[in-house]
């Protein structure tokens, strides 16, 4: 009986040790890699690679005839991003959720060579990477992409 109870202490003491082990691990790597904010430079300096891959990629997947719609109508790149703030953020994943202003340039027109700016609210999530908690993922949401494709064509 003995015997018994000194093991089940023992795997209990080890289980409690471990849990201990995690928790302080997790803390440790919240205060050595902190996940950055919204308006960190190395967030925002990803979002118009991102997006010119999102354009990239309806281009890629559409036919002929709206590959050179997306083109036309979608501008290449986005000339900046303002006011980055964080609208949200889940502890559990360590995931923050952002908003910001992309502000475009695009034509007044087709055949026009006057370009005026639009702005847009971009919605985009840093969160670490679990497989190497040193770095983070951003993810862009591809909901401004219509609202772009409308005002950028005319209309909204």
């Given at each position: 009986m003995k015997k018994?109870?000194?093991?089940v202490s023992t795997v209990l003491f080890l289980l409690s040790f471990s849990s201990i082990s995690n928790f302080a691990q997790k803390t440790y790597n919240k205060l050595m890699y902190?996940?950055?904010e919204c308006s960190d430079e190395s967030v925002t300096s990803l979002i118009n690679p991102l997006y010119?891959?999102?354009?990239?990629?309806?281009?890629?997947?559409?036919?002929?005839?709206n590959f050179f719609l997306v083109s036309?109508?979608?501008?290449?790149s986005m000339k900046r991003l303002?006011?980055?703030?964080?609208?949200?953020y889940d502890e559990s994943i360590q995931r923050r959720s952002c908003?910001?202003?992309?502000?475009?340039?695009?034509?007044?027109?087709?055949f026009s060579n006057h370009k005026k700016e639009i702005a847009i609210t971009i919605?985009?999530?840093?969160?670490?990477?679990?497989?190497?908690?040193?770095?983070?993922?951003?993810?862009l949401e591809p909901d401004f992409i219509d609202i772009l494709e409308q005002k950028a064509s005319g209309g909204v």
């Open positions: 018994i109870i000194i093991i902190p996940l950055p010119k891959d999102m354009r990239k990629d309806i281009g890629e997947n559409t036919n002929l005839t036309l109508s979608l501008p290449p303002d006011m980055p703030r964080s609208i949200g908003e910001a202003e992309a502000v475009f340039d695009i034509n007044n027109g087709i919605t985009y999530h840093v969160q670490s990477d679990e497989k190497n908690n040193q770095q983070f993922i951003i993810i």
